[in-house]
């Protein structure tokens, strides 16, 4: 059980684990699993919920915008407020809200109240998704801390995988609220599960005398320069990869002429390759950290390679090519997200999931940021094409300067 100490003590103590619990955190894996199925399977169903509701297809598309942009406001708020709680009871709460936002998305009766419920769906995932990252990174050995963090990305880029194919049947034929409501049973089976066999790591925590006090040290963080490439490098290369990526079906319905069943399986290839670059990073992070090398050096890999293969995904000649240019492209941006996690949660350890909250802050804005700029430019225009680019260099750009550092 989390113990805690009066304000102004000592820093938070983690006993260190002798061995990495992996079958407790395949129950985490498995929440992780159902937020990226939930999350990318409304892209293809976007059709069907806009004639149910009567709503043109933008419009509906509030659907997708309110969970991310909802995670994103409240996740650092959520994430300073709940870090001295117990993280099994957090994690508890946020599978809870996220479940009864499936509920409500499954019974809405018209689009706005299924907007509202996205944002409680939203306000679930920023609520468990720090506590999780946090709970995988202080009960893993220090040695596989790498892999612990990549699989987590890796079974989220697995429910993509799972959740486009699914959307797009789905649409095909049946009824789009029964996705929903899967989800809802799906996810409250697994907090039933969690409740039953999670154990709570032990940790030293500091109880803020007030709410204010763990909102400033929060926003406290910012005033580190580590942490703050971190936040704009996550930033940049999610918005150069998500930003990309959310015009990809019409690059690929016009100019190569795929249709809606064709674009479902793309979305697969592209999940398998965040899914292949999630489970590549952690053992090499690992092997790095064990060399005594700095994570950030790794990151400047990844960030050439993500502009690199957006540059190949947006002017390919061939649909082949620009599929290709997409997975490896999802691969090297899950890497350098997975990369950064784990330097963010070894150096700023004392106050991981603050960190992390505003870390996949910075990720859902940088998606909204990425497809804005990118929007404005033509998709598939060479300037579309540039834009691209100039984020992924802007992530490298942030990692190397991290390398640089020596203190």
């Not at 659907?63 to 407020?81: H, I, K, N, W």
């Not at 508890?92 to 509920?103: I, R, S, T, W």
């Not at 290369?237 to 998500?242: D, I, K, S, T």
Request: aromatic share 10%.
């Amino acid at each position: 059980m989390a113990k805690t100490r009066a304000p102004g003590s000592a820093a938070p103590e983690m006993a260190v684990p002798s061995r990495t619990p992996w079958g407790q955190h395949a129950l985490l894996q498995a929440v992780f699993f159902l937020m990226g199925g939930e999350l990318f399977l409304i892209s293809p169903l976007l059709p069907t919920i806009a004639a149910g509701f009567g709503t043109s297809i933008p419009a509906t598309a509030l659907v997708v915008t309110a969970y991310g942009l909802t995670y994103a406001a409240v996740s650092p708020l959520l994430g300073a407020l709940a870090e001295h709680l117990p993280r099994r009871r957090v994690i508890l709460a946020g599978v809870a809200v996220m479940a009864l936002g499936e509920v409500l998305c499954a019974l809405a009766p018209n689009l706005p109240l299924m907007v509202a419920a996205r944002m409680i769906g939203g306000v679930g995932g920023a609520l468990m998704g720090p506590a999780i990252w946090a709970f995988l990174a202080e009960t893993a050995v220090p040695a596989e801390r790498g892999r612990a963090i990549s699989r987590g990305a890796a079974a989220y880029a697995a429910g993509q995988i799972v959740g486009v194919p699914l959307g797009t049947l789905v649409a095909a034929g049946l009824d789009w609220r029964w996705a929903f409501a899967g989800v809802a049973v799906a996810m409250s089976a697994v907090g039933v599960v969690i409740a039953l066999r999670l154990r709570e790591p032990g940790r030293v925590v500091v109880r803020p005398d007030r709410a204010a006090t763990a909102l400033a040290a929060s926003f406290a963080l910012w005033a580190d320069r580590t942490f703050r490439l971190v936040m704009f490098g996550n930033l940049c290369a999610q918005a150069a990869r998500l930003g990309t990526y959310a015009f990809a079906g019409a690059l690929f319905a016009t100019r190569f002429g795929y249709r809606t069943e064709t674009l479902g399986l793309i979305g697969a290839l592209v999940g398998i390759g965040s899914f292949i670059g999630s489970l590549v990073a952690g053992p090499l992070v690992d092997r790095w950290r064990a060399a005594g090398r700095r994570e950030p050096v790794l990151c400047v890999g990844w960030g050439l390679l993500l502009a690199a293969a957006l540059a190949l995904a947006v002017l390919a000649p061939t649909g082949w090519a620009s599929i290709a240019g997409f997975m490896v492209a999802f691969a090297a941006g899950s890497a350098f997200f997975s990369t950064g996690q784990v330097f963010l949660t070894s150096e700023l350890a004392e106050r991981r999931a603050g960190a992390v909250s505003w870390n996949n802050s910075a990720m859902y804005i940088g998606t909204a940021t990425g497809t804005a700029v990118l929007g404005a430019t033509g998709f598939g225009s060479t300037a579309f094409a540039i834009g691209s680019v100039v984020f992924a260099f802007a992530a490298t750009a942030c990692s190397a300067l991290l390398a640089a550092r020596r203190d």
